[in-house]
């Protein structure tokens, strides 16, 4: 059963004691209930987003979903940065921290690697996690802390009142960049598979379907996973995946990933992925290649190049958008070795303090 | 030439009576009794200073004399060989009596190379016993740092008794037949030059074997050519005309106990530990490397036993953030730096007051600003300690005095930090990190028992206004104004923490004019209100009549400490104030500066807490400053308060006393 184990996954980690201190207040507090509904996971807090922002939807989408995981809510614990998607700790009811720019997956690090006991997610946006957050970003997926990373992407600083982001596209018009922005955006699926991200995957707001879908294989993950959710934000930059989300325009230009089908996509399945001559991926007619060379997907090969290749199909503009997982590898985890490592060390060594503080050369003087 | 005569009286910063002479001269041996002795070893990076200056410390403690060390080593790993650049030194003052410092100057100077020699007989009283490695005199070595004519028969070292001694010849010499190349061979000179003093200062030499046998345990051969050389160094002081006298320094009379040479560094980690045993919590360590904290993260890399994870972060901004979201998860995170590693943490410190979650930063100051000099000392960052951040963002600071009152200091910056539910920043600095002390070895008993101040939250604290049950985390405890801490995983407890303004009780978000103001008053109140906690200034005025003092923080208290006793000495009156606790300040510190006809500040700073004092207390203080990156000297001090006292209206010195003269 995939809730039940998840439940054992994130909380699980056998043999590993947390702290006496936190086991005696937790067991003091008295019993855990996990049969959860979306509104046990409402605060009373008045939601300040503004009306038709996309992070609703997906404030919406994570409440339904998250008592299937079969976690208590005091065992969950929600990290963000800042942003307008940062606030998003202070309308689930578990615990949370809205900490400062950018720094979310350090501070989850250490929460999640001193209580492997406790289902770890970081909230995050776009300028949040890839601009003043990016250096904290690529090593926690490196390190492959268990814990998962919600990014919100919407392309655009959102608090601030509209500038661009990391990913805005070359040209975007905002208020710092009147004339256009000259930088490149970076591509947030290219920038974790080439941290080595164990887990990566991209859903839309509005597809409560396919984004549900992904948050589950990332929850269940053991290690660190990454989603990227494209978030609409209706002020600043209105419609900016409006080419995915068009009912139309939308099946010509995302290509869904499904594990172990071949990637056809388009109205009537006219497209399809090709290898390169390259190494890398491309985009063909169907109806010119022999069945046998489109690509069938496999998030779980281990090689990231792969998924590399396919996170590399999609222009700035988000023609060839692949949506869904892109890679899901089993990997030891960060917190998962130094519990280990703990565990030796006891075997190794005795805790004795007097024996520490009176270690290495001694000498007694007597009365 | 032969050395005959006691290395003494150099300008030292203790009270030292004139050795017994007992030399006859001649080929027959004598021995001389000194009370204390300040030895310098400098040679080039790659010359193993450090670890001979270290062995030969563990030596000295293991024979029970008191001692204090001052390595100083450049920034570089390996400059360029025999270099000025290059050159690395290792002083140790050892004594049959309680001391201070590593000595204003040394007695005696081991000069491994040109380099080593240029850049150090200027500190070398006249006099003083000068030992250098003739084979490394060469005209190529003596080009390399400037020297025209060779200073071994030029005469321009006849002020001092200089004795040339070829150690790397020798050395080589002695492992003729060890098999080892002529490179490797001589490497072993610092061991050669190691048995050398041992011999000269009647060292015992069992540790050294022991330690060389273990360090070298997978490579039998060089261990069994360090102990080769070790021997062969010893023995020819035995038997050269060189040395006809060698050097007795009884034990120091200590209190009874077990004791252990300490670096600060490894009292500090140390503490930690024994902070996270006391209070029952476990210990998560966040840090980036950075010089001189560096032996800290490596220290506590070890104790896993303990339950204590250390997490090697990408930058010091991830350090703190580990060590902040473990301490949300009832860890006790530790963060520790130098004053580049606080510049980066400071928002996130900032996060920690609003969040008020006890976390422990450890600032080992270096020279700054910017990069500085990251091998040498100051106390530059006081002022960023108390308000380098952001915003009202009160923080206690706490400071050691000594290498191993890191130790203590360290438990009682994490008393604060639980008792509190405060972020807390232990300064130290690269003199007490680096160097050492005997340190009596505390029983575990004996330290204080943290567990009460931990006490997370179990149940609701508080009631909604329809009166049901509910957890408010800024409830706060109405003596030391700590907020409620409940852990993630407390059933029912659930809440949010930020770094937004948090209304007061509930915390919920608050933009509220009012409970802003209210809150910051209240952060502050919290940690003003430790001084309730920490008892009096410490005041040592033996005679309780001395119209001027000298107040001090951190790593000065020995230096300080030295030059008081030379003023004393001199028949003056002088009251050494020594803080512990800079914020808050002992409750009775305005008080007792008043006191005083006048108050002198020396500060490795330009006057940082000269500042402090006379914003705070409106005292005019008198601030005497040096940022060279090396401690003070107690002779200078004890000039600049000489001076204090003699201009201060109401003199109370004796006639023809001279505080600097008087014991030389
Ligand atoms: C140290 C720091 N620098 C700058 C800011 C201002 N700031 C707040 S949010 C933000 C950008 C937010 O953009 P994004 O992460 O994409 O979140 P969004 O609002 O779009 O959800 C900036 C620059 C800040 N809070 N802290
Ligand atoms: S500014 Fe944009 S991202 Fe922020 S709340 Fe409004 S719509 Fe949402
Ligand atoms: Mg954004």
């Known amino acids: 059963m995939t809730t039940l184990d998840a439940h054992v996954h994130d909380l699980g980690m056998p043999g590993n004691p947390i702290s006496t201190a936190v086991a005696d207040s937790v067991a003091l507090a008295g019993e855990k209930k996990t049969d959860l509904k979306a509104k046990d996971l409402k605060t009373d807090q008045e939601v300040r987003w503004c009306p038709g922002c996309g992070d609703y939807v997906i404030l919406n989408a994570v409440q339904s979903f998250l008592p299937s995981l079969g976690i208590a809510r005091e065992d969950m614990v929600i990290v963000s940065g800042i942003g307008c998607s940062s606030r998003f700790p202070y309308y689930m009811n578990t615990y949370g921290m809205h900490s400062i720019h950018g720094r979310a997956p350090a501070i989850a690090t250490g929460l999640a690697a001193s209580r492997p006991d406790l289902s770890v997610w970081v909230v995050t946006g776009d300028g949040d996690s890839l601009s003043i957050g990016g250096n904290h970003l690529i090593h926690a997926l490196r390190r492959n802390v268990n814990m998962t990373i919600l990014l919100f992407n919407n392309r655009i600083y959102g608090l601030t009142k509209g500038q661009y982001s990391p990913t805005s596209e070359v040209g975007k018009v905002t208020k710092s960049t009147p004339m256009g922005s000259i930088d490149a955006p970076f591509n947030p699926i290219s920038l974790a598979l080439g941290a080595d991200a164990t887990f990566v995957g991209r859903a839309m707001d509005s597809d409560r379907k396919g984004l549900t879908d992904v948050l589950r294989q990332a929850a269940e993950h053991q290690g660190t996973s990454l989603v990227e959710i494209y978030q609409n934000c209706n002020i600043f930059n209105d419609g900016a995946f409006e080419l995915l989300k068009d009912p139309h325009t939308g099946t010509q230009w995302s290509i869904p990933l499904e594990q172990g089908k071949p990637l056809v996509f388009g109205p009537e399945g006219a497209a399809c992925v090709v290898k390169d001559d390259f190494g890398g991926l491309r985009i063909a007619e169907t109806n010119q290649v022999d069945a046998d060379d489109i690509v069938v997907h496999d998030a779980t090969r281990e090689n990231p190049a792969y998924a590399f290749a396919l996170s590399r199909l999609s222009s700035q503009d988000l023609r060839y958008t692949p949506m869904g997982v892109f890679r899901s590898v089993s990997k030891p985890t960060y917190d998962g070795m130094m519990t280990e490592q703990l565990d030796t060390a006891k075997v190794q060594q005795t805790a004795d303090l007097n024996a520490l503080l009176g270690g290495g050369e001694t000498w007694t003087v007597g009365d | ?664």
């Open chain 2, 1 to 664: 030439m032969t050395a005959s005569t006691p290395p003494i009286g150099a300008p030292n910063d203790d009270v030292s009576a004139t050795a017994a002479h007992s030399a006859t001269g001649g080929l027959v041996k004598s021995v001389v009794a000194l009370d204390r002795v300040v030895i310098r070893l400098a040679g080039d990076s790659g010359d193993g200073m450090q670890l001979t200056g270290n062995r030969f410390t563990s030596e000295t403690a293991a024979f029970g004399n008191d001692l204090s060390t001052l390595p100083n080593f450049p920034a570089e790993i390996r400059a360029p060989t025999g270099t000025l650049p290059g050159v690395s030194s290792f002083q140790l003052h050892f004594a049959d009596h309680d001391i201070m410092t590593p000595g204003d100057a040394p007695d005696v100077l081991v000069a491994m190379n040109p380099a080593a020699l240029k850049s150090n007989l200027s500190d070398l009283p006249g006099g003083g016993l000068l030992i250098l490695d003739s084979d490394e005199f060469t005209p190529r070595n003596l080009a390399k740092v400037g020297y025209a004519t060779n200073p071994l028969d030029d005469g321009s070292l006849q002020a001092w008794q200089t004795v040339p001694v070829p150690l790397t010849s020798m050395t080589l010499d002695a492992l003729a037949d060890s098999g080892l190349g002529k490179k490797e061979a001589e490497r072993s000179k610092n061991m050669f030059t190691l048995g050398l003093l041992s011999w000269m200062y009647h060292r015992p030499t069992e540790g050294t074997i022991r330690f060389l046998e273990r360090t070298f345990r997978r490579k039998p051969e060089i261990a069994a050519a360090n102990i080769a050389a070790f021997r062969a160094g010893y023995n020819y002081g035995d038997t050269t005309e060189a040395f006809a006298v060698s050097y007795e320094i009884k034990p120091a009379p200590m209190a009874a106990g077990t004791y252990r040479n300490i670096s600060g560094n490894q009292a500090l980690a140390l503490g930690i530990v024994a902070a996270g045993q006391r209070s029952g919590l476990p210990i998560f360590l966040g840090a980036y490397p950075i010089t001189p904290a560096s032996d800290i993260l490596h220290e506590l890399s070890k104790h896993k036993a303990f339950g204590i994870r250390t997490f090697q972060a990408e930058d010091e901004i991830a350090g703190i953030g580990a060590a902040l979201g473990a301490s949300f998860g009832g860890a006790l995170g530790v963060t520790t730096t130098s004053g580049p590693g606080v510049a980066l943490k400071a928002e996130t410190i900032g996060l920690a007051v609003m969040t008020e979650l006890p976390l422990l930063i450890v600032d080992v100051q270096r020279g700054g600003p910017s990069t500085g000099l990251p091998t040498k000392t100051e106390q530059s960052d006081l002022l960023q300690a108390m308000f380098g951040r952001n915003g009202e963002a009160p923080l206690p600071v706490i400071a050691p005095r000594s290498p191993g009152d890191c130790f203590d200091a360290a438990i009682e910056a994490v008393r604060i930090a639980l008792t509190y539910r405060t972020p807390v920043m232990l300064l130290s600095d690269g003199y007490l990190a680096n160097g050492a002390e005997p340190w009596a070895v505390p029983e575990t008993a004996s330290l204080p028992d943290l567990t009460g101040t931990v006490g997370f939250a179990t149940g609701p604290n508080a009631a909604s206004t329809d009166g049901t049950p509910e957890f408010h985390p800024y409830q706060r405890d109405p003596e030391t104004l700590a907020r409620a801490w409940a852990v993630p995983g407390t059933a029912g407890l659930q809440h949010r923490i930020g770094g937004l303004e948090k209304a007061d009780g509930n915390g919920n978000i608050s933009y509220d004019p009012a409970n802003h103001d209210f809150m910051v008053r209240t952060r502050q109140a919290k940690i003003d209100g430790i001084a309730a906690s920490i008892g009096p200034t410490d005041v040592e005025d033996p005679d309780g009549d001395a119209t001027v003092a000298v107040i001090g923080w951190g790593s000065t208290y020995g230096p300080i400490g030295a030059a008081c006793r030379r003023i004393r000495a001199s028949g003056r009156k002088i009251a050494q104030i020594h803080l512990r606790h800079i914020n808050p300040f002992p409750a009775d510190l305005g008080e007792v500066l008043a006191r005083y006809d006048r108050v002198v500040c020396p500060e490795m700073n330009l006057g940082q807490l000269a500042l402090l004092l006379r914003a705070k207390f409106l005292v005019d203080v008198q601030s005497h400053t040096q940022v060279s990156g090396m401690p003070f000297r107690s002779a200078e001090l004890a000039a600049v308060i000489q001076d204090a006292i003699d201009t201060t209206s109401t003199p109370a010195v004796p006639a023809g006393a001279a505080a600097n003269g008087a014991l030389q």
